[in-house]
């Protein structure tokens, strides 16, 4: 079965998934974070992409980023891909595949996800126990976000631009979102949108996008009250 085209729509952002085959190590010095961000940065400037948060994993990465061509995000993960498979592949004398298929990604509702997700994707360190507070990992967008320091790759979102009138107000609203949990529901409704290619958003958005794209946007509710008159007239 062919596999359907993932959602794009430009100036909509996305979020990405990239894991190592097998779960491997896909980062094992320094200069391979450093190598990966600075042909991230390239390949957004040529493709015409804004990134708005990221974190590079041991062995994946996640990033939101918003295109503005159909193609951008296609061509920013197929260029970085190529380039740095052959960085890994001679630093470290070893050939074949290095990630596991295609990238992830999903739409994201800016309004009611965007700022959900670039907490999401900047406390995975901390999910995964190697930090205990995000600001302790170096290879994410958090220092930028919202201590301040300077990262050519990250371009603010509108709706991070809208948590204060000025650089120092935006970052300390940011800070104090991280002192709030992000629910079990929302991570789990991130990851299977995700992982499994939905959209992510509200209701009205997700009708909108199935609306202009013609196409289902969530999975098909599963089962039914087996009592109900609708379920038994739907059997017949």
């Given at each position: 079965?062919?596999?359907?085209?993932?959602?794009?729509?430009?100036?909509?952002?996305?979020?990405?998934?990239?894991r190592?085959?097998?779960q491997?190590e896909v980062?094992?010095?320094?200069?391979?974070?450093q190598?990966?961000?600075?042909k991230?940065?390239?390949?957004?400037k040529?493709?015409n992409?804004?990134?708005?948060?990221?974190?590079?994993?041991?062995?994946?990465?996640?990033?939101?980023?918003?295109?503005?061509?159909?193609q951008?995000?296609?061509k920013?993960?197929?260029k970085?891909?190529?380039?740095?498979?052959?960085?890994?592949?001679?630093?470290?004398?070893?050939?074949?595949?290095?990630?596991?298929?295609?990238y992830?990604a999903?739409?994201?509702?800016?309004?009611?996800?965007?700022?959900?997700c670039?907490?999401?994707i900047?406390?995975?360190?901390?999910?995964a126990?190697?930090?205990?507070?995000?600001?302790?990992?170096?290879?994410?967008?958090?220092h930028?976000?919202?201590?301040?320091?300077?990262?050519?790759?990250v371009?603010?979102?509108?709706?991070?631009?809208?948590l204060?009138k000025?650089?120092?107000?935006?970052?300390?609203?940011?800070?104090?979102l991280?002192?709030?949990?992000?629910?079990?529901?929302?991570?789990?409704?991130?990851?299977?949108?995700?992982?499994?290619a939905?959209?992510?958003?509200?209701?009205r958005?997700?009708?909108?996008?199935?609306k202009?794209?013609d196409?289902?946007?969530?999975?098909?509710?599963?089962?039914g009250d087996?009592r109900?008159?609708?379920?038994?007239?739907?059997?017949?």
């Amino acid at each position: 079965m062919a596999r359907l085209p993932r959602f794009v729509i430009p100036g909509q952002p996305q979020q990405v998934i990239l894991r190592g085959n097998n779960q491997t190590e896909v980062f094992c010095t320094d200069a391979d974070y450093q190598f990966y961000l600075g042909k991230l940065q390239l390949a957004c400037k040529a493709h015409n992409c804004d990134l708005h948060a990221y974190v590079l994993m041991t062995n994946h990465l996640h990033l939101l980023i918003t295109p503005h061509t159909e193609q951008g995000i296609s061509k920013v993960m197929q260029k970085l891909g190529r380039h740095y498979v052959q960085h890994f592949n001679h630093c470290y004398q070893r050939t074949g595949t290095l990630w596991e298929g295609r990238y992830k990604a999903t739409l994201v509702d800016s309004e009611s996800y965007l700022l959900t997700c670039m907490r999401y994707i900047e406390l995975n360190p901390v999910r995964a126990g190697m930090v205990t507070h995000p600001s302790d990992y170096r290879w994410s967008s958090y220092h930028f976000n919202a201590l301040g320091q300077p990262n050519a790759l990250v371009t603010p979102h509108l709706e991070y631009r809208r948590l204060g009138k000025t650089i120092e107000a935006r970052q300390a609203a940011y800070r104090q979102l991280f002192k709030h949990r992000i629910s079990n529901d929302s991570l789990n409704e991130i990851r299977e949108a995700t992982n499994k290619a939905w959209v992510l958003g509200n209701d009205r958005f997700k009708a909108r996008i199935q609306k202009k794209l013609d196409r289902r946007v969530k999975p098909k509710a599963k089962g039914g009250d087996r009592r109900s008159e609708k379920y038994k007239s739907n059997r017949t």
